[in-house]
């Protein structure tokens, strides 16, 4: 079983940055890809970034591309979203993901997900 844990939402203005973090546990999570997600109301589940076990290949929503940057640390099995110059717009909860065998490429193109962690509030303020 492999369990995600989400920090580092909160309240910011437009402009501003935040950065989330997804700490993983169990199994063998290290090799998984990773990816984040998220839910504004009234909105369906949407994806945001993906990476890889290794690190070396990335995949972003077009909206977020340039302004988010995610990362990780398989020392610590912690992944990172870095989001900057954010807008209202990205108001929403956020959930990390974990998917494995196979790339995040798939993660993005299929939302296909094997666990999900219970997410993180990002609230933007204009």
């Known amino acids: 079983q492999v369990e995600l844990v989400e920090s580092g939402g909160g309240l910011v203005q437009a402009g501003d940055s935040l950065r989330l973090s997804c700490s993983a546990s169990?199994?063998?999570?290290?090799?998984?890809?990773m990816g984040w997600f998220r839910q504004a109301p009234g909105k369906e589940r949407e994806f945001v970034a993906a990476?890889?076990?290794?690190?070396?290949?990335?995949v972003y929503e077009d909206s977020v591309k340039g302004r988010f940057t995610i990362s990780r640390d398989n020392a610590k099995i912690t992944v990172h979203l870095r989001m900057n110059s954010l807008k209202p717009e990205d108001t929403a909860v956020y959930y990390c993901?974990?998917?494995?065998?196979?790339?995040?490429?798939?993660?993005?193109?299929?939302?296909?997900?094997?666990?999900w962690g219970k997410g993180t509030l990002v609230t933007v303020l204009s």
């Open positions: 993901a974990a998917l494995e065998r196979y790339t995040p490429q798939v993660m993005a193109e299929h939302n296909v997900v094997d666990y």
């Open positions: 990476i890889n076990w290794s690190g070396d290949s990335t």
């Open positions: 169990g199994r063998t999570v290290s090799t998984y890809a």
